[in-house]
Every structure is written in C-alpha cells, then in structure tokens.
C-alpha cells in the first residue's frame, strides 16, 4: 500500500506551506528590518533636531543673562523637558553646567564649575572635539554637548543646524515610514514570490519526469509496441498510475498472445477433420477406395465436427465480446432439467447409460435466458454421458446452495486427473486430445458453458477424482443484476 507521506498530495501540500512560511518569514524579516532601520533614522533625527533647539535656547539664554551666571538650573530643566543630558563649558572649555550631576545639585544654586564637582570620576571624559560652539553676537562664549540614550548607552547628538532656521525645521515625517514599509513588503513579496516559483519548479520536475515516461510509454503501445512498459519509481500517484498502465499493458500483451494461440489453435483443429476429409476423398478418385456407405459416413462425420467447431468457436467469440443477446424471462431451473434429460435419454440408453434427476420442487423462478442455461447444461450432460462407462449412471440434480440455486450434474466415469482440473474449463483443452476427438469433443464444450454461466451472473464449478466419477455445476444468484 502507498505510504501517505510519499503521495503527490502530501508533498504538494507541504511545498506550499513550505513557500507560505518561507514568503511570510521573509515578508515579515525584512519588513521589520526596514522599519526598524526607519525608525533609528527618524529618532536619531528628532534627536539632532532636538539638540539644535537645545543650542539655539542655550544661545539665547547668554544673550538674556550676557553671561552664563544660573546655566546649570537652566540646563537641568532643559534636561529633564528634553529627556537628553546637557552639558556646557565656558570659553575656557571649562565645564560650567553638567545635567547629569543634577540630583547631587538639588539644594545647590552656587555658580560652583563641574571641574570643582565630586562627580566627576563617575563620568568617561568627553572627547572636546564633540562639542559644539555657541557663538553670540559673532563671537564664540562657550560650547555645548547634548547626550541621547540608545540602548542604556550616552550617545552624543550632533545638532542638525546651528541656525535659528533649523528650529522651523518640522520633525521628520512618519508617513516616509509607511513608504518605506510599503517599498519593503513588495520587494520581500516579489523575492517570496520567486522563490516560491523556484520550489514548486523544483518540486514537480520529478513528478513531471514520471509522467513524461507515462507518456512516451503510453505512445510506443499505441504504436503497436505491446513490450512497451512505464518505468514506475516512487510510491506515489503517479508511481501508482504508472502500475495500473503497467498492468493494462500486461493484459494487452497477455490478450494478444492469447489471440495468437486461438488462431493457430483453431487452425490446428481445422487441420486433422479437413486432411481426413481430403484423404477420403482423394482414395476414392485414385480407386483406392469404394464411395460406399461407410467411407461417405466418415465425410459426413467430420463434416459435422467441422460445423460443430465453427459453431462453437462463433458462440464462444460472441459470448467472450460480450454481443450475445440475452433474453431473460422468468425461468424455472426444474423445467430445463426436464428438457435437457429429455433431449439425452436416447442417446445415454444408446450408451447404456441411466439420467437421473433430483431437482427441488420449491425453487423460485429465475431471470435467465432459457436456450442459453439449456445448451450450459447440455453441455455438462454431454461430456458426463461420453466419459461415462456402460452401466453408469449421470445424475442431474438442482438444489438451493448458500443463497443461490444450484445445478449439478454428477457422473460415475472416470474422472479428472488431479492436473488437468484446473485447465478444463480452458478453450480447446482436452485431456485426452485424440480419444475426446474421436468421441466428437470440440475443447470448447466447458468453455462455453462457462461463459453462458458467467453472463447470468453465475459461477461454474467442478469436483473430480481420477477413477470415482466427477461433478461439474454451477451457481446462479437468486435475483442477478
Ligand atoms: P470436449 O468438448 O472436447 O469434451 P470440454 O471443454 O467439454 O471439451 O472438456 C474439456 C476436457 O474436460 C475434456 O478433454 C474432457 O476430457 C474433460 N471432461 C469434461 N467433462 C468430463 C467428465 N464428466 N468426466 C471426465 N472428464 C471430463
């Protein structure tokens, strides 16, 4: 059986949950990226401009105070609105104002310097070259630094613009987020989207294979090539079609050595009655011998098989195309019994052989084509009668059996040979050629009677031991299709 993990279904179903965990990580991956790479931008933007307000307002402050007298309270407050740390020097460089020391300065309002500050060790020294001037009325009064935080981490912020201008400047825009977003969920679409394209090629590039051998296969038969197989690898649908192609063409190629078989067969059987024929004939136009009564018999004999041969061979192919007509009547089984030993006991007395029958009365009718069951169990008779010793005795019986309605015609011949049982029912088998020949068996009479059996919807049957007599019957449903 086809393991469910191996099947085209499964593995389809997988290779596109494949590409939609793939295309939405991918979408989702680079998006997020993208918008986060967007929003440090936008931040370490507003920061900058944020930084140049801070300036700006520090520049105003000296001009205000023409001095930088009360700058580390000014600074404190504007540390704690802004969320930045500031710190200021004087001309001197000398750090004047530091927001992070501004707890340690709650109580204190003197103009003490940072470099007087006890905190100063608390602070990793600040690069000069980041600060940056504050210039009045043209002339440099001091330089400032302002800090942003990232990640825990004091980061510090180059103002945008040291110009007034710079305080018109709007902050920048979210909607530039959204654009980027947008940009970036169609290229991680169209990159999912190949990728996709890429797997499922990749993915049914061997089912593809499969099915191009189906059909190379499937050509080279109907180009008369009967050897012609598909090579099945896998364990899926495909392998399984390639099975069943596989299987049909085994019954193509098995049908038609069959066809080659009948036809030397039947030519075979043609054979021995003409080459009889011909011989009398030709004794008797060489003189040899007299056209008398017996010689004209023999003719007339074989030509009676010969007409029996073709007779049966047209039924036989008729019932084997599925062309006979059926004309199916309610049918008693006891009347065809009665008619078929009827038709028989001259010939079984000519034998001195006795008919017996045994049928139940209370059997239903049947649907059957009456003729068709009738030559079915003639048949039967006719062998049992020809391999039945004077003093025997056939016995024709009709019975209810497991559901259905038996016929059975039991004889006290010879019987079967164990291995000729399973053959008997073949076309033109005989188990004596020459005796059942010469007896006027044809090697169709079971053949046929199987198939009338089998268009009934019945089965045909034998039981048979070499030396105690054999029975040959068969069953037919109570209500066939
Ligand atoms: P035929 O018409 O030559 O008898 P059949 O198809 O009817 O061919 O039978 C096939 C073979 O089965 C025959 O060769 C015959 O030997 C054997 N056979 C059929 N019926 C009996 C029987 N009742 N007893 C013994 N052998 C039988």
């Not at 501004?102 to 980041?130: G, N």
């Not at 054979?271 to 008797?284: C, F, S």
């Not at 069951?373 to 010793?389: K, M, S």
Request: charged share 25%; no cysteine; aromatic share 4%.
């Amino acid at each position: 059986m086809r393991n469910w993990r191996f099947g085209l279904q499964f593995r389809l179903a997988l290779g596109f949950a494949v590409i939609l965990a793939l295309s939405t990580g991918a979408v989702a991956l680079f998006t997020g990226y993208v918008a986060e790479r967007r929003v440090s931008q936008v931040q370490s933007e507003q920061d900058r401009v944020r930084a140049n307000r801070i300036f700006v307002a520090l520049a105003e402050f000296y001009d205000s105070n023409t001095g930088w007298p009360g700058v580390q309270s000014f600074v404190d407050r504007a540390s704690f609105q802004s969320e930045r740390e500031i710190v200021v020097r004087d001309a001197n460089e000398n750090v004047i104002a530091d927001s992070r020391n501004r707890h340690f300065r709650h109580d204190d309002r003197s103009q003490r310097t940072f470099s007087d500050h006890d905190s100063d060790a608390h602070h990793p020294p600040l690069p000069p070259t980041l600060f940056t001037r504050i210039d009045s009325g043209g002339a440099p009064v001091g330089s400032a630094l302002v800090l942003s935080r990232k990640h825990g981490k004091p980061i510090p912020v180059i103002p945008l613009d040291q110009t007034t201008a710079g305080l018109e400047q709007v902050e920048p825009s979210l909607s530039r987020l959204a654009g980027a977003v947008r940009k970036s969920l169609i290229l991680a679409g169209i990159g999912a989207g190949a990728v996709g394209i890429l797997l499922v090629l990749l993915l049914s590039r061997r089912a593809l294979r499969s099915v191009g051998n189906l059909t190379a296969a499937a050509r080279s038969l109907g180009a008369g090539d009967l050897s012609s197989r598909a090579k099945v690898t896998g364990n899926d649908e495909i392998a399984e079609l390639g099975q069943a192609f596989n299987s049909m063409a085994d019954a193509l190629e098995d049908s038609e050595r069959q066809r080659h078989a009948m036809v030397s067969d039947v030519a075979h059987e043609l054979r021995t009655p003409l080459a009889n024929i011909q011989g009398h004939v030709e004794a008797m136009q060489d003189g040899l011998l007299e056209p008398d009564a017996t010689a004209l018999g023999t003719i007339h004999q074989q030509a009676l098989y010969l007409n029996r041969l073709v007779e049966d061979l047209r039924l036989l192919s008729a019932t084997e195309a599925r062309e006979l007509r059926l004309e199916l009547e309610p049918t008693s089984v006891a009347d065809i019994i009665e008619r078929v030993t009827d038709s028989f006991r001259p010939r079984a007395e000519a034998v001195s052989v006795v008919l017996d029958t045994a049928t139940d009365a209370r059997l239903p009718l049947l649907r059957l084509d009456r003729l068709r069951i009738e030559q079915a169990v003639g048949n039967l008779v006719d062998n049992a009668i020809r391999h039945t010793p004077p003093g025997g005795t056939v016995t024709l019986s009709a019975f209810r059996h497991s559901g259905r309605v038996r016929v059975q015609v039991a004889d006290t011949g010879g019987g079967v040979p164990a291995d000729a049982l399973p053959h008997v029912f073949d076309r033109l088998y005989r188990v004596d050629p020459s005796r059942d020949r010469a007896t006027g068996g044809t090697g169709l009479g079971l053949t046929i009677a199987r198939q009338l059996v089998e268009v009934h919807g019945g089965t045909i049957w034998v039981e048979s031991e070499e030396g105690s007599g054999s029975r040959f019957g068969f069953d037919l449903p109570v209500s066939p299709n």
